[in-house]
């Protein structure tokens, strides 16, 4: 377990992965915003197990935030995610300044249109062209390679995938299961703002999830009902102010009458828990044989998580 190598500048980033892919080896990038945890911990090490160079991106990225939102108090510490990179043997870790990834206002913006109209993009405005814009940039920086993220962002992946495909970025995106603490509460570093209690309540976006793959599972099958049951048991729970539930076709993010048989959907959450605002989601998908596979993330230790 060596300490990666800690860059600061695109240049040295470029130079480093061009060395490394005109030598044949195979780049595998992790982009982040830093204070990492297990989460993030199973994307380097999905980087790892594939490619011969692994990078991890560490920037609290200021496009991404809207006004009023936690830019100036999100949490930091890079110490100890050096320490987590090191664990996870990444080589590299690019740590640029605001002024290094925007040396003047940034005149140019990536957008993606539609499946950033509901979830977050309706309740956070213009946040995800500014996960697209840095992306973007961080892709140019790094250049061809596999490039890893969590489905914690369900959103997020489907942003990057659509930009990928439609300016034909040479990055191959890889989703990785959202990883859970034991009682099921989505590991983010915007865990650290819940205080006891707000720890406590914020367990009930996974349990408010799950109790809706159960009822796939049990046969419900309208999408509306689906929802509004989901609805309800968020704003059942104490401690918790209900942001968004939606239950929503996978591929384009919309709602459709009844729940499509072959089709991936999600359910997804987004709540005021204390002083965090948390997103959860799962996936579930009814074969034509009438199977349910339901994808509700996994443990620290990579188990399945199921709830029970
Ligand atoms: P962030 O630092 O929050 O921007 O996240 C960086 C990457 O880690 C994104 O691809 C996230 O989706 C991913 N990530 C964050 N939390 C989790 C989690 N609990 N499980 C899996 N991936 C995660």
Redesign the pocket.
Known sequence: MSAPRIVTTAAELRAATEGARSGGRTVGF???????????R??MAAARADCDLVVVSIFVNPLQFGAGEDLAGYPRDLERDLAACAAEGVDLVLHPSVEEMYPRPMVTTVTVAGITERLCGASRPGHFAGVATVVAKLFNIVGPCRA??????YQ??AVVRAMVEDLAIPVEVVA?????EDDGL????RNTYLDEAARRDAVALSRAIRATTEAVRGGRRDRAELERDLEVALDAAPGVVREYAEVLRGRDLVPTGTIEVGEEYVVAVAARVGAARLIDNATFTVAPGGAVHVDL?VLGDGRAFDGA
């Open positions: 992790v982009p982040t915003m830093g204070f990492l945890h297990e989460g993030h199973a994307l890893y993220f969590g489905k914690k962002d997020q992946v990785r299961p959202t990883v859970r989505a590991r983010s570093s993330g």
